[in-house]
């Protein structure tokens, strides 16, 4: 990957193994709109970017060098061999052949952690397009403003220190719901220190996910995308509803499987790869595999 700056612009070309739409329409994220086709604005890390991809080319409008190596680099991942990441999975296992080729342009973001926690806790029983909404109320009720792109005004997630007072009633004004009160406990231990980023990132995936379960409403799947995506575990392996069907579908004959199983089964099938394959089998699960025979079923 070769990178230049030109006229306010980062470019970087030969990007490879790398697709903007995949990674952000996953379901990894959801501090983002897009604006056309391959072409998105981003809220991370109290920044707002324009960016779009053009083949093997990846620019990011009306940004500094400075910012692209100290946020956007790490953000989209480009610094990681995603080529090699793709072979070694397939060499352990062929059964993910379909699902990597398929999405092969996904990267997994290396997103701000207490964003991440109360985005996952927003999403439990939601649509992606309900949890981008309620994300971007939270931003614009008690978030930064970051400016503005092609006449829509963005905001920063809140922080931690701006939530602290936010009441469960000026969260379900927000659309959260039953969510409200596990929010509210989620702001008030990392305010306090009972949940400390340091030491989660210090931890190991088993001990790491105990300490995340101690914040009311969060369990395994909440805390396992909390490791994947914003504590930068790659070993994590989330286990959903759509992960449960694919998983069931390619390892255990489609029968009904109990959840932990199948994450025991993933630590022990995949490893230290688990969060690349989990991400692999969620987007081509959800979108093509288990979309597809949903479909056959409706026209029968």
């Not at 995603?82 to 379909?98: F, H, N, P, S, V």
């Not at 702001?187 to 009311?216: N, P």
Request: proline content about 1%; aromatic content about 12%; overall charge negative.
């Amino acid at each position: 990957m070769q990178i230049s700056y030109d006229e306010g612009n980062v470019v970087l070309t030969e990007v490879r193994d790398f697709d903007l739409a995949q990674t952000l329409e996953c379901g990894q994220c959801f501090h983002f709109k897009k604006l056309a086709e391959q072409e998105y604005a981003v809220c991370a890390f109290h920044r707002l970017l324009r960016i779009r991809q053009e083949k093997d080319s990846v620019i990011l409008f009306d940004t500094t060098m400075q910012d692209y190596e100290m946020i956007w680099r790490d953000y989209f991942d480009f610094g990681r061999d995603y080529g090699r990441i793709k072979a070694a999975l397939l060499q352990t296992d062929d059964t993910l052949k379909e699902a990597v080729e398929t999405m092969q342009g996904v990267h997994i973001l290396q997103q701000e952690f207490f964003e991440t926690l109360i985005s996952f806790i927003i999403s439990q029983n939601k649509q992606i397009p309900h949890i981008k909404k309620i994300v971007e109320t939270l931003s614009e009720r008690f978030g930064d403003d970051l400016g503005e792109i092609n006449g829509m005004r963005f905001f920063a997630f809140p922080t931690v220190s701006q939530m602290c007072n936010v009441t469960e009633e000026d969260l379900r004004d927000c659309k959260t719901g039953f969510r409200a009160p596990y929010i509210v406990d989620a702001v008030q231990k990392t305010a306090d220190g009972q949940i400390s980023e340091a030491a989660l990132k210090a931890a190991d995936t088993a001990e790491c996910e105990k300490m995340l379960t101690k914040i009311k409403g969060v369990g395994s799947k909440v805390a396992n995308c909390c490791m994947l995506f914003g504590l930068d575990k790659r070993d994590a392996f989330p286990v959903d509803v759509w992960i449960k069907r694919i998983m069931e579908q390619l390892y255990f004959s489609g029968k009904e499987t109990d959840k932990e199983k199948i994450a025991a089964f993933a630590k022990t099938r995949f490893g230290s790869y688990g969060g690349y394959a989990q991400q692999y089998l969620f987007f081509y699960g959800k979108t093509v595999r288990i979309g597809a025979q949903n479909q056959k079923i409706k026209k029968v």
